[in-house]
């Protein structure tokens, strides 16, 4: 049995692992809630969105486009969201395993420090890196975005992926993968933006809304413009997205460590208590032994 001198110092060094996993938790739940609602904030904007290019689909010659341009795919380009720092759960690691997964040429933009380093260590094609910052902001994102774009219309990758932690909800964040370009059409695009503002797949039958809607100078160049601006969005949404599994992660993994610390923590009072009493009564046996002798 451990002295009592020690089992104090592993209480102490419990007790101050409590308190710092406690903090932790509580400082991921805050993030965790201002990502969410980060993530809310952005589904106006996606309705108002596919309505105007419902309006557009009817309109235009889709093929005229490049971002919807069929080609042949030789090397995907994918862009990986991960997280900076650890500490939270298995979320990292059940993203790059989607990675390890794929065995086609393929280049890399990274997003997060853990996802760096694991490309780099794995010796994949690294083009370019970006910080994960707690504070995601649509500007930060969109550099990413348009240097993806650019290297899809230079003819560097053939297309555009994203990897990321699906934020489901608190207790469930899923590795996904997502193609953005090449486009497959504009109906596709007016699903994804659907399905990001919460909305329910229209009817067959039901007519494209706001039909009536007129375009300035013409309805193709504001194709133009909307769909650059569909690929930024959809990249920023994913990445406050897995900002948001990231907290939720790390916020249920801090649950996890001080529950575990709390329950140690019991084991070791215990254990303690039992050591003393040991050391109490081996006094009083080793008093009375000497009375006797005497």
């Keep these: 049995m451990a002295s009592t001198r020690d089992i104090r110092r592993r209480i102490k060094s419990v007790k101050n692992t409590?308190?710092?996993?406690?903090?932790?938790?509580?400082?991921?739940?805050?993030?965790?809630?201002?990502?969410?609602?980060?993530?809310?904030?952005g589904r106006p904007y996606a309705e108002l969105m596919a309505k105007m290019l419902a309006a557009i689909a009817d309109r235009v010659e889709?093929?005229?486009?490049?971002?919807?341009?069929?080609?042949?795919?030789?090397?995907?380009?994918?862009?990986?969201?991960?997280?900076?720092?650890?500490?939270c759960g298995p979320l990292n690691s059940n993203v790059l395993k989607v990675v390890t997964d794929i065995k086609t040429p393929a280049k890399y933009a990274v997003i997060g420090r853990k996802g760096t380093q694991f490309i780099a260590r794995t010796h994949r094609d690294l083009l370019a890196d970006f910080p994960a910052n707690d504070r995601t902001s649509f500007a930060d994102i969109k550099v990413v975005a348009e240097f993806m774009v650019k290297q899809f219309l230079d003819g560097v990758v053939d297309t555009v992926e994203v990897i990321w932690p699906r934020f489901r909800n608190t207790l469930v964040q899923a590795p996904t993968v997502m193609t953005l370009l090449p486009l497959t059409s504009v109906h596709e695009v007016i699903a994804d933006l659907r399905s990001d503002a919460g909305l329910a797949a229209p009817s067959a039958t039901a007519k494209a809304p706001d039909n009536q809607m007129l375009f300035e100078p013409d309805a193709a160049s504001v194709l133009d413009a909307l769909l650059p601006l569909y690929i930024n969005r959809e990249i920023f949404q994913h990445a406050i997205d897995a900002k948001a599994s990231e907290h939720s992660a790390r916020m249920v993994a801090m649950k996890t460590a001080k529950d575990n610390a709390t329950k140690l923590l019991g084991e070791l009072t215990l254990e303690y208590n039992k050591a003393r009493q040991a050391g109490i009564t081996q006094e009083i046996l080793e008093i009375a032994a000497a009375q006797f002798a005497a």
């Excluded at 409590?18 to 809310?40: C, D, F, G, N, W």
């Excluded at 795919?73 to 900076?84: A, F, H, Q, Y």
């Design 18 to 41: 409590r308190q710092i996993t406690k903090a932790m938790e509580l400082v991921a739940a805050s993030k965790m809630k201002k990502a969410q609602a980060a993530a809310l904030a």
């Design 62 to 87: 889709e093929a005229q486009h490049p971002f919807l341009a069929k080609r042949e795919i030789r090397t995907r380009g994918i862009i990986l969201i991960t997280s900076d720092k650890g500490l």
